[in-house]
């Protein structure tokens, strides 16, 4: 009985201990020198959202279990836009189906219709409210069947409520906090952060001095010495990749970096983010079935180092039976560029019949079948396993030596 009642204290102490610094330390206490590198050797473990398999995406803890216990090569999050200009991690534009805004009366007047890609959306907007304002909100669990216990709302128990003055069970985050917890991770983690509707995020949102969301975007990431083409020194010591489904946003950014690009890719039938591409092409391009053409491709090489297609676009699926595969891969590897799909996810609904309810056949599948480079996916720790059994990595002495080989490769391709 004793301990049970102590248990409490040891938590409310460790909360008194915290209040007093940022909840996510900037920058990283640790020697980048002294951490496990990131591998090269097999394709890359992307945490989608982070730990949104378990925790509400998006959040500090779903970004700390990736890059502390899960093995995820790279935490990945979607950027957007607040009314006071501050970059935060959301992947929706609207906050209705990731947080409690919906509870929050004095909210209740900031619902709003406006046009996004071509279409009316209407919801709570995080362009409509400040960073300050979003701070007050809590996250919950985007599906139903996902694990609710993380959701914000509702009564705790003591040592609950020492956990909640910790993390807030959860917050929003910004930028700079996600990019803090991968570089206070106990080994090298690489970020993986979109430029999300760019298009909306200029459009409602205004930076002084004529600045757009990229430039904002590419400051903070040189502000914590993110630099480096692939594969380079740079690159290894914090790795990043940048991504968008706005092509001309991925242009104009090269002009302003050398870290490595990737362009995303939905399905084949639908209007892309970003299709004002008559600067390009004489027609403007509406779908992704045009922006997969060989010419496109062509095009797109130039500024990017790879292409992250929505799997099915890769394999069709009819009746959730597998297709035959497109040549999409090899006309991408073709001409140099990697290709990192997406979303690979657990449960039962996700998992095509070909894969008989298991992940680890369908992750052999897309690495030794298909040959993809990387895999967004919602539980990194199922893959990491898989990859740890079908192709362990070297010990960290070998490890180190494949980084050399690499970077000398590099640099003879870019040479």
């Not at 925790?55 to 999050?77: K, L």
């Not at 009564?155 to 570089?183: D, Q, V």
């Not at 890769?314 to 140099?336: F, G, I, M, S």
């Amino acid at each position: 009985m004793g301990s049970r009642c102590f248990a409490p204290i040891i938590f409310l102490s460790l909360v008194a201990v915290c209040a007093a610094r940022p909840l996510y330390p900037l920058p990283s206490k640790l020697a980048q020198g002294a951490k496990q590198p990131l591998q090269t050797s097999r394709p890359y473990n992307i945490a989608h959202r982070g730990s949104n398999g378990e925790i509400p995406e998006e959040t500090g803890p779903a970004y700390m279990v990736q890059s502390h216990r899960r093995g995820a090569d790279f935490i990945e999050g979607d950027i957007l836009a607040t009314k006071d200009g501050v970059l935060v991690c959301a992947h929706d534009l609207i906050l209705d189906d990731t947080t409690d805004v919906k509870e929050h009366k004095k909210f209740a007047d900031r619902r709003r219709t406006y046009m996004v890609q071509g279409s009316n959306m209407t919801g709570y907007f995080i362009a409509d409210f400040t960073l300050e304002e979003l701070k007050t909100l809590r996250t919950k669990q985007r599906l139903n069947f996902r694990d609710p216990q993380y959701n914000g709302g509702g009564a705790f128990s003591l040592n609950e409520l020492a956990l909640l003055a910790f993390w807030g069970k959860y917050p929003i985050i910004t930028f700079e906090e996600y990019i803090s917890i991968a570089l206070d991770a106990p080994r090298v983690v690489g970020i993986y952060p979109e430029m999300k509707n760019p298009v909306f995020n200029n459009e409602h949102v205004k930076w002084s001095g004529g600045r757009r969301y990229e430039d904002v975007f590419m400051e903070t990431l040189k502000k914590y010495g993110y630099k480096g083409s692939y594969l380079s020194k740079d690159w290894l010591k914090q790795p990043v990749f940048i991504q968008s489904f706005a092509p001309t946003s991925l242009v104009y950014v090269s002009n302003l970096t050398d870290i490595p690009l990737l362009f995303l890719i939905d399905d084949v039938t639908v209007v892309t983010e970003d299709t004002n591409q008559h600067d390009y092409f004489s027609n403007n391009l509406q779908t992704y079935s045009e922006i997969t053409s060989d010419a496109y491709l062509n095009y797109i090489k130039n500024y990017v180092v790879g292409i992250g297609p929505w799997k099915d676009t890769v394999v069709p699926v009819a009746n959730e039976y597998l297709q035959a595969p497109t040549d999409l891969v090899a006309r991408a590897h073709a001409r140099n560029l990697q290709v990192h799909p997406y979303t690979y996810r657990n449960e039962n609904k996700y998992l095509h019949f070909d894969f008989h309810q298991d992940p680890y056949q369908e992750y052999d599948y897309w690495i030794n079948k298909i040959g993809v480079d990387g895999l967004f996916t919602d539980f990194t720790g199922s893959l990491h396993r898989y990859q740890e059994a079908s192709s362990p990595l070297p010990n960290a002495k070998a490890s180190s030596v494949l980084h050399k080989i690499a970077a000398l490769v590099s640099s003879y391709k870019n040479g």
